[in-house]
């Protein structure tokens, strides 16, 4: 008998038990959350036809035309960014701040910059279920750690579960790797195997979901992952400067023409925004995206306000050409964390792989109740044993 490799197995066993009990109601929370989410772009898309505006043969208007209109719509809020997204969508322009916190989106027609319609972000289903998703609806500062440390965790309990899952012998291998009911099998059964065999099957890319869930919540931990890669950017976002206030003699406002520069270069974009100037010494934030259904590909500019030249920054999210293999894979966290990366069909499988994972701490649950039930009951019956000796 190899007892070394029992009572590793009951170590094993024992931390996979207390540490799924502790963490189970946040993983299933953020995992059904995660469901739930899975699909936001279609739901969304398919009921709110504000998105949308029809295609006209004349010319989209400038960022300035849709500033000028939404700074009058909402004259106390923070304009972010005029969002041009691909063709027949209607024109973004994003407000968020945090003194005091909002979040809206205005929809403007292309090209009249009419409103179509004002939208409160945070008044919105899918943004109270990424609420739950990241902060278990409490402030960020006490549900952002929770959340991430409860997922960190769940990557031992996957990486734990395929150990103890894993069969002694090819006998034993015959009932892991398939469900083997007939009409006699018990729901503990039933149940176990639910636990067993969906969660081995799933946990490989499980952990893929997992670990890049992390990245947005560990800051250290997402420094080592990229450091290992050989990632030598800065990981958090610094914004770039302008040099000191100097006369211009611009015939349009650098947004415009900031915007026509990427136009021009990127005739291809399915995306393209364009920041507000925001203080005397900010740059123009630009961005363009020429890959539809991901993030990862987006090229991020920065612009001096004054001489339109371009500056150069060393993070992450910078221009895609500069991009290594480490800021590649930082850049696809999103992606691949929504399962976008793969198109649709890999949203359907972030969903069901999502949906096996809210499930895991139920059945587990019930594995460790019914164990409980039966020790409880075997202790019950030995007394009675004792006592009938006595009589």
Not at 116 to 133: A, P, R
Not at 207 to 232: D, E, H, M, P, R
Not at 339 to 363: C, D, E, M, R, Y
Request: proline letters at 4%.
């Amino acid at each position: 008998m190899n007892f070394k490799k029992i009572i590793g197995n009951r170590i094993v066993g024992q931390l996979h038990l207390w540490l799924g009990l502790s963490t189970g109601l946040v993983v299933f929370v953020v995992s059904i959350t995660g469901c739930l989410y899975a699909f936001q772009q279609e739901i969304q898309d398919a009921t709110q036809p504000f998105r949308f505006s029809k295609v006209e043969n004349r010319a989209v208007l400038p960022p300035s035309a849709f500033e000028a209109v939404a700074r009058k719509k909402l004259p106390k809020a923070h304009l972010h960014a005029i969002n041009y997204p691909a063709k027949g969508r209607s024109v973004e322009a994003i407000f968020y701040g945090f003194e005091p916190e909002h979040y809206y989106i205005i929809y403007h027609n292309p090209y009249t910059a009419e409103v179509i319609h004002v939208q409160n972000m945070e008044e919105t289903f899918f943004h109270w279920v990424l609420d739950g998703h990241y902060y278990l609806w409490l402030p960020p500062q006490i549900g952002q750690p929770i959340t991430s440390y409860a997922t960190l965790i769940f990557v031992f309990m996957l990486i734990s579960g395929i150990i103890l899952w894993w069969p002694k012998n090819k006998a034993a291998a015959k009932q892991r790797f398939w469900f083997r009911w007939k009409d006699a099998t018990q729901w503990k059964r039933k149940n176990y195997d639910l636990h067993n065999i969906l969660g081995f099957y799933s946990s490989f890319l499980l952990l893929v979901i997992a670990v890049t869930g992390i990245f947005f919540g560990i800051q250290w931990f997402t420094s080592i992952v990229y450091k290992t890669l050989g990632g030598n950017k800065e990981l958090l976002f610094v914004e770039p400067v302008s040099q000191q206030p100097i006369a211009t003699d611009f015939k349009k406002p650098a947004t415009d023409l900031i915007w026509e520069k990427m136009k021009a270069e990127h005739p291809d974009a399915v995306s393209l925004e364009v920041h507000a100037i925001e203080s005397d010494s900010s740059a123009i934030g630009a961005n363009v995206n020429t890959r539809e259904g991901v993030y990862w590909s987006t090229d991020y500019r920065y612009f001096d306000q004054y001489t339109l030249k371009e500056i150069s920054v060393n993070n992450v999210y910078g221009r895609l050409k500069d991009a290594k293999i480490a800021d590649k894979l930082i850049r696809m966290t999103y992606d691949i964390h929504t399962g976008g990366i793969l198109g649709f069909s890999g949203k359907i499988l972030a969903f069901l792989l999502s949906l096996v994972a809210a499930s895991l701490p139920i059945t587990g649950f019930y594995i460790w109740w019914g164990r409980r039930k039966k020790t409880h009951k075997g202790k019950l019956n030995n007394h009675m044993i004792n006592d009938m000796r006595h009589v």
